[in-house]
């Protein structure tokens, strides 16, 4: 397996590859300007924040498989990918603790002002007067919007600072919320509401783009705590940059809208970092321990699929057949399923998935197909009469 890496990462990672017998190249300093030009012999790219649009997929012709070294994968053309049978995979619930772990930091650093009071201190000036008045974590409610394995990590942690926790997400319901001891708010505007602090954990998609608005920051608390680790175009920024003026919302972010890609860059919207109470450059998941396990699991992907042919992870795949699924057990003979094949072909019934499994001893095995129609009376009675057939049926 020939692999591209397009992102600084592990040596680890590096030596682990290369122990399978993958031929890795590392080249960190591609952009995804420069990407296309450099993966015509790649099988298998792996990325952390570099993006990969359409441009780069169509000049690989020989490129099976994509990995995002992180579980994010809005940076990836995805459609371009699932039209040209590239899979896609992830490295999901690596970065928890680390995500949460940062979330928990900007929420204290903006309740205590801290990066206010260090940057005074630098410039000479000690203001106990100021910076020694806080409203304190303890008993405060938190709102977390997305309770996925991020956003519940968070409350978890938000329980040890012995504080309350609500949330909102579209999975959610009031059973498990009883059940996780964690209130239950069937509407963004109703967490916005109740909370003294918000931390916002939902992917980036066209559902959720925009979703933290006008209407939000409208129902939210005076001098409310609003944190964002999870991606800068969930939220309306011109919004939140009203919050902060009109109601004293203390913003402290690690995204935002249309951010560098690049490591080091210039970084445009300094009308929002001025404002800001704590912010950092999307480094939410870049901690030794997530940096390990997402590199462990990264090797864990390649292996299976270098192995198997199928990547575990996978985000492209079709979640279900649409079609009929036809069950046929036979003797393990040359040129059983290739009978099967053809008469399916006459028929002109595609095979939109297949795996056939050999039972021990080698004698038999069974072959499932997906179909994307049902084959008719003549054809299923023709497969049965197989001299190898043993059974053929179909299932709904």
Not at 134 to 155: M, V
Request: net charge neutral; proline share 3%; charged share 25%.
């Amino acid at each position: 397996m020939k692999i591209l890496i397009a992102d600084k990462v592990s040596p680890a990672m590096v030596s682990a590859l290369e122990k399978l017998g993958s031929k890795v190249t590392l080249k960190p300093e591609l952009s995804e300007e420069t990407l296309p030009g450099a993966v015509a012999d790649t099988e298998i790219l792996i990325v952390r924040s570099t993006k990969v649009k359409a441009a780069t997929i169509e000049a690989a012709p020989n490129l099976s498989l994509i990995i995002r070294a992180g579980a994010g994968v809005n940076t990836i053309d995805i459609a371009k990918a699932s039209e040209r049978g590239v899979c896609v995979a992830n490295c999901p619930g690596k970065n928890n603790d680390a995500v949460a772990e940062l979330a928990l930091g900007l929420l204290i650093s903006a309740d205590r002002r801290i990066p206010d009071a260090t940057s005074e201190l630098r410039n000479g000036k000690w203001n106990k007067k100021e910076f020694g008045k806080a409203r304190g974590l303890k008993g405060r409610t938190l709102g977390i919007i997305g309770l996925g394995s991020i956003g519940f990590a968070l409350a978890e942690k938000a329980k040890g600072l012995d504080m309350k926790v609500a949330a909102w997400s579209r999975s959610f319901t009031p059973e498990k919320a009883e059940e996780l001891d964690i209130q239950f708010c069937a509407t963004l505007t109703d967490l916005a509401k109740t909370s003294d602090a918000v931390s916002v954990h939902v992917a980036a998609s066209k559902g959720t783009a925009g979703l933290i608005g006008a209407e939000f920051f409208g129902a939210m608390k005076k001098n409310a705590i609003f944190v964002n680790t999870s991606r800068g175009e969930v939220v309306v920024t011109n919004e939140l940059k009203k919050a902060i003026k009109e109601k004293g919302i203390r913003a402290a972010l690690d995204v935002f809208e249309n951010e560098p890609t690049a490591a080091e860059a210039a970084f445009a919207d300094t009308d929002l970092a001025a404002l800001v109470s704590a912010a950092a450059p999307h480094i939410g998941a870049s901690t030794d321990q997530a940096e390990e396990a997402i590199a462990d699991e990264t090797v864990r992907i390649v292996k299976i699929y270098s192995e198997t042919g199928t990547p575990i992870n996978s985000v492209n795949f079709r979640k279900k057949s649409s079609g009929t699924t036809l069950v046929v057990r036979h003797f393990n003979k040359v040129g059983v399923l290739a009978g099967i094949l053809d008469l399916l072909r006459e028929e002109g019934i595609n095979i939109e998935e297949m795996a056939n499994t050999i039972f021990e001893g080698e004698a038999a095995a069974s072959c499932s197909l997906s179909l994307d129609r049902p084959p008719s009376e003549k054809l299923l009675a023709a497969i049965r009469k197989g001299t190898n057939v043993i059974q053929a049926s179909l299932k709904s």
